[in-house]
């Protein structure tokens, strides 16, 4: 019988001592004690020791047996599919038995131990384990009722969608009702268990769960004033979540569940105020918002301000009476993983907007993120956000009383708070304030130079979010002072303030754009100078606010003098990292924008620098394929390296167009390209064809030899499902495209079909369709016959999309195609010609031959149909097309 096993004493107290040695907080004892457990993970009966020490040897110290027990869980998830059945028999067997064991650090290690074994796939191999737990919540002994809640708890965590599937028999129809019925339990700590694990249940809308929504519900309001914080805090999150997944049932009592929420915002515990602020967060998303909370935001909007004050356990934790701290060194585990935005290509618009402001709301309320990541603080302020967004200027009627009296009050703590609630309101009160702002933006630039720290950063992150207006009024009166504070503020002797004026100032770069040329050297000046004095954290915001100076006034940064004091300490940053170093992502990303904008200025640094991207693309590949190989030698590779490098490259061909034909020549980029273009991961593929595009701009005479490789998969990547990648692939054929001429016709074929649906279909985003736009007009100009039997399919989209984009050269060999087209097919123009019509007024200046081709197609039109017909016709144009056609084309 497997149950009578016994350890070997001796095997027991060198297990023991093992156990003890990796309490040691010495790193070379953990070191020796790691390998030492990985050999004995060689016997079979190691792990029985492992659980004797857990459940058996209560002789032991509780932390020493509970380590014994998380070795075992590590165990579980690396190995459990080899362990021998007697093994496994043998801990499901003790995990039960000691579900109750009298210490809560046991009793929650069993847990996490059954959770785990749950996890690997054993639910439906251990089928007595959710019965035999539910039969233990009826035990009169509370430690067994509540061990076996806390693992229940665990498991409905870590497997709610198996335990609403059929592969267990729906077992959650029995459980659902039972723990419903401990909600009245007489201990807080089974009542808070019984809520959390049926929250689980909420979100994914459990069948089991909504057959007994209105009990729960009721429930819940019998528990809303309970002394217990853990319970109240459930109690909240619950309501949350049913906000999102069945308001219909908490309608009828929205009036009453606000003013709990209300309390429950200023709760004393403040996690139970987190929880309950989440709710004005998830309320703003709903429609019924503004209806149901209007009555209530005069109260509400003082509770949520006074909830963005710093608390004294966040002053601690963030050493906010540490004023002076940029000598000393970044602790290494502060530094977040950076992500790499690869590439997309996409058109100008007019009113100079690039596509950026699709999905890019990076200054989101993220001042202060490497304290205890999301408090109280930051779900106020960002509620506060959300409803500004929602009640526009309706809001100020209540925060501008409160305004007055934080923005100028003599605590620098009640201060503060009010510069944070300036800025959030920030974006939905814009209107509103702009009346304010000429006496508001120099008071906060005066603020910039305030004596404490944490008001100097939070007033750059404020100012940040006026930055719109600031670059509207004549630069003299706001910009200017704003730009020389923020300078300053830039080499702040406080790190988290030089943090904060590097993301605000950046945030001014691209609202400034060239508005800034005249003051480029003071610029350069200082960031050059916060080089030499950053430690290694701010150093990563510091190269993206170069980066986006750089994408911000473009080639008036190729000046002598400016490369002279910026190039040589990027280089010798460049110089210094290694190629295994994450660091060298925003390096790259910043030399990219920084070579677009240099163009042939960039051109004495480019060879080890292109030399050096080409190494890391051929690096990465390499490293793949002997990790496809022989995957427990080797890890996966980080492909960020080569997408950031295929991202530099780009800017490389941009910057420099044809001075960049040597450099191809000489390597082997072309054949890396084809790999990379056929990469199971869609941002390496996406960096690659943007890659090709640029290269087939700079240098089509070495990607030509290889486009019969390449169309092909060009046309395999016409899915609008990843969106930025479909989008890079049709943008490299459009310029492909225009490179080959007639010779194209073979392969249009294979794109053409997909172009054509994905201009057709619905929810498509601007970008893509203004590309697909583009390159379908392309394809036309050099094979109309080949696309023009197509257009009537094509033409209403095609015209829309293109209509809000400024005169360029893509537009440009777009229009010609779309022209050509016409006239090879004039019957498939014919429904949609008021669309064509409106298309051909969009543009300023087109050049004479394109101006000459819109009037032939307007008049053969007009004098087909005849004049009464005309008239008819063009009585039904909007009156601004109809008088722009009349002056610029006589029709």
Known sequence: MECQWKPDEQGLQQILQLLKESQSPDTSTQRSVQQKLEQLNQYPDFNNYLIFVLTKLKTEDEPTRSLSGLILKNNVKAHYQNFPNGVSDFIKNECLQNIGDSSPLIRATVGILITTIASKGELQNWPELLPKLCLLLDSEDYNTCEGAFGALQKICEDSAEILDSDMLDRPLNVMIPKFLQFFKHNSPKIRSHAIACVNQFIISRTQALMLHIDPFIENLFALAGDEEPEVRKNVCRALVM???????????????????????????DENVALEACEFWLTLAEQPVCKEVL?????????????????????????????????????????????????????QQHEGGDSIEDEEDDEDDLDDDETISDWNLRKCSAAALDVLANVFRDDLLLHILPLLKELLFHPEWLIKESGILVLGAIAEGCMQGMIAYLPELIPHLVQCLSDKKALVR????????????????????????????ELLK???????????????????????????????????????????????????????????????????HLNKPEYIQMLMPPLIQKWNQLKDEDKDLFPLLECLSSVAT????????????????????????????????????????????????????????AEGLGGNIEQLVARSNILTLMYQCMQDKMPEVRQSSFALLGDLT?????????CIANFMPILGTNLNPELISVCNNATWAIGEISIQMGSEMQPYVPMVLQQLVEIINRPNTPKTLLENTAITIGRLGYVCPQEVAPMLQQFIRPWCTSLRNIRDNEEKDSAFRGICTMITVNPGGVVQDFIFFCDAVASWMNPKDDLREMFYKILHGFKNQVGDENWRRFSDQFPLPLKERLAAFYGV
């Not at 049913?242 to 004393?268: A, C, F, G, K, S």
């Not at 051929?618 to 793949?624: C, I, P, R, Y």
């Not at 701009?697 to 030899?705: D, R, T």
């Open 242 to 268: 049913l906000l999102e997944v069945r308001l219909d049932r908490l309608l009828p009592q929205m009036h009453n569940i606000i003013e709990y929420m209300l309390q429950r915002t200023q709760d004393q």
């Open 294 to 346: 209007c009555g209530h935001l005069h109260k509400l909007t003082p509770v949520l301000v006074n909830g963005m004050k710093y608390s004294e356990i966040d002053i601690i934790l963030l050493k906010g009476d540490v004023e002076e701290d940029e000598a000393i060194p970044d602790n290494e585990q502060d530094i977040r993983p950076r992500f790499h935005r690869s590439r997309t290509v996409a």
């Open 697 to 705: 701009k700079a240098c089509f005479q070495h990607v030509k030899p």
């Open 489 to 555: 503020r830039i080499l702040d002797s406080n790190k988290r303030v030089q943090e904060a004026a590097c993301s605000a100032f950046a945030t001014l770069e691209e609202e400034a754009c060239t508005e800034l040329v005249p003051y480029l050297a003071y610029i350069l000046d200082t960031l050059v100078f916060a080089f030499s004095k950053y430690q290694h954290k701010n150093l990563l915001i510091l190269y993206d606010a170069i980066g986006t100076l750089a994408d911000s006034v473009g080639h």
């Open 457 to 484: 950063s939070i007033t750059c992150w404020t100012l940040s979010r006026y930055a719109h207006w600031v670059v509207s009024q004549p630069p003299d009166t706001y910009l200017k002072p704003l730009m020389t």
């Open 597 to 652: 904008a240099l163009q042939s200025g960039f051109l004495p640094y480019c060879e080890p620098v292109y030399q050096r991207c080409v190494n890391l693309v051929q690096k990465t590949l390499a490293h793949a394929v002997l990790h496809q190989t022989q995957p427990d030698f080797y890890e996966a590779p980080d492909k960020d390296f080569m997408i950031v490098a295929l991202d530099l490259l780009s800017g490389l």
